[in-house]
């Protein structure tokens, strides 16, 4: 079995500052992850993913996340806020043990202050 | 280019009344899937499709019901549409478990 929690759905920072998304997940079997991202009133696209290559992913936008098994956790990071990044972000894992099914988090909405 | 799409992209239709909302892709995934999002509980997955005729149950399969007939079409079918049924509906393909899923751009379904 496998399941996602996102803490917080909600985040608020201001323009310029650090943006800090927290993805947790359980898996019996080692995960795939990945982040999407989900503009107003558009489908979700892929941000980045990590299919157990480098621990450090970098995403498009500037976004990047590291994978630490030893904390089950897959957050995402941003040094730098700006305004076009205001959005819903899901986290999702699936597992290498053969199914297709991946699992969602719930969705962080972050909100740039300028 | 590469795409999902769905339609119709907004519905308004009343409690009974049979829907059919079209899913194609052009990538020649094998797998397809049905979400649908909901204020404060993200998305949930109601049915999927490994391969032509090879479907199954998501985690809110009720009241719906799919086909794969062709490997492109992924149609999501609501026999009886009730009102708990007005939801912002995603089909999305993968090549795999690996890969990562493309959606469609949604289509927001009201049943009055």
């Known amino acids: 079995a496998q399941s996602v929690t996102q803490l917080g759905s909600h985040v608020s920072v201001s323009e310029g500052a650090l943006v800090l998304l927290r993805c947790n997940y359980s898996?019996?079997?080692?995960?795939?992850l990945f982040w999407y991202v989900q503009y107003p009133n558009q489908g979700l696209q892929l941000l980045l993913k990590y299919t157990s290559a480098a621990t450090l992913v970098k995403g498009i936008n500037g976004f990047e996340a590291e994978f630490k098994k030893s904390e089950t956790s897959f957050h995402l990071t941003k040094p730098s806020a700006h305004m076009s990044d205001a959005a819903e972000y899901f986290c999702a894992v699936t597992s290498s043990g053969g199914s297709y099914i991946p699992t969602f988090g719930r969705g962080t909405s972050l909100i740039v202050h300028p | 280019e590469a795409q999902v799409t769905q339609n119709p992209r907004y519905l308004i239709t009343v409690t009974g009344k049979k829907l059919t909302v079209t899913c194609s892709q052009n990538m020649n995934h094998e797998y397809m899937s049905w979400y649908r999002q909901d204020p404060g509980l993200g998305l949930r997955q109601i049915y999927y499709s490994m391969n032509v005729e090879v479907t199954d149950k998501g985690d809110v399969p009720e009241g719906y019901k799919v086909s794969r007939k062709e490997k492109r079409n992924f149609p999501l079918i609501l026999e009886s549409p009730s009102p708990n049924q007005t939801s912002l509906y995603f089909c999305?393909?993968?090549?795999?478990?690996?890969?990562?899923?493309?959606f469609g751009e949604g289509s927001r379904l009201t049943v009055l």
């Open positions: 999305a393909s993968s090549v795999g478990f690996t890969g990562e899923l493309f």
């Open positions: 898996s019996s079997v080692p995960p795939y």
